[in-house]
């Protein structure tokens, strides 16, 4: 939905990018298979690395060549199959989208942000049939931040603790057995979410600025010295928890993506 989380392709090994176009192309070929070609828009780097994450926690790298239905004339590529994994992101990626998009229309009126809701509206109530737990935490956080939003919250910690709950709690549902690892990866989306809140926040406070809507940034009057220290805070512990993981499988790509995707991303961000 967002877009942070990614890997340093700079420092991707041949074939940890392999591996990641994988599971891009997989979680791709995923959406349109449940939800239908629309949902494929809405394919987001950010649940990918859900799935990867989900994938090397269960040990799992099912993969084969399959070809591109939007390209024809390409030759097939490695494509991750679909499993409870990928299933699990791509529920995510829907409910977040979804709902994502029915806040943009309630808080600016926007008309595109209207029709692509609508066009959602079948696979968000087939993806809430799958993930009730999820659905509410997602329709429920997206509240309580647009609410934090209406207000025009002057703290930063507010509204990106708000979304970090709506995170971690998103991922209750999450096949994973392990109880170690449950534990873990909920303090990891927790510290993620906060992460990816914060830093879009700073990403767009010129855009909001320009638009007159709600940015914390803005109504705390808070400078770049306190955006990286956040950043570095959240992400810091977003680590920390990430290596509490018994990971079995996509350890190099992962790594990758959470120590030096993200800082990367801090350092882009933070010019």
Same mark, same amino acid.
């Given at each position: 939905m967002y877009g942070y989380i990614q890997p340093n392709q700079d420092e991707l090994k041949i074939r940890e990018y392999a591996e990641y176009r994988a599971y891009y192309c997989g979680l791709c070929k995923c959406l349109g298979e449940e939800y239908g070609e629309i949902a494929?828009?809405?394919?987001?780097?950010?649940c990918t690395f859900i799935a990867l994450l989900l994938s090397g926690l269960a040990g799992t790298d099912n993969v084969q060549k399959r070809r591109c239905v939007y390209?024809?004339?390409?030759? %097939?590529?490695?494509?991750?199959?679909?499993?409870?994994? $990928?299933?699990?992101?791509?529920?995510m990626d829907v409910l977040l989208a979804y709902y994502k998009l029915d806040d943009d229309w309630r808080d600016d009126k926007n008309p595109a942000a209207a029709c692509a809701r609508l066009a959602l509206r079948n696979a968000m109530k087939k993806a809430a049939n799958r993930q009730p737990e999820m659905d509410r935490a997602i329709s429920c956080g997206l509240r309580e931040l647009g609410e934090l939003e209406k207000a025009n919250c002057p703290e930063l910690d507010a509204p990106a603790d708000a979304f970090a709950r709506m995170m971690k709690t998103a991922g209750l549902s999450m %096949?994973?057995?392990?109880?170690?690892?449950?534990?873990? $990866?909920?303090?990891?989306?927790?510290h993620l979410g906060r992460w990816v809140y914060i830093i879009d926040a700073w990403d767009d406070r010129e855009k909001d600025k320009k638009k007159g809507s709600y940015n914390p940034f803005i109504s705390s009057g808070a400078d770049k010295?306190?955006?990286e220290f956040l950043l570095n805070c959240s992400l810091n512990e977003a680590i920390k928890a990430y290596q509490l993981l018994n990971i079995t499988s996509h350890k190099g790509l992962l790594d990758n993506i959470i120590l030096d995707g993200c800082p990367a991303k801090n350092r882009k961000v933070l010019g």
């Open positions: 494929r828009n809405v394919l987001s780097y950010d390209k024809p004339l390409s030759k %097939p590529r490695l494509t991750a199959v679909a499993d409870d994994m $990928l299933r699990f992101a791509a529920d %096949p994973i057995e392990n109880r170690g690892d449950r534990i873990a $990866l909920s303090h990891t989306l927790y010295s306190r955006a």
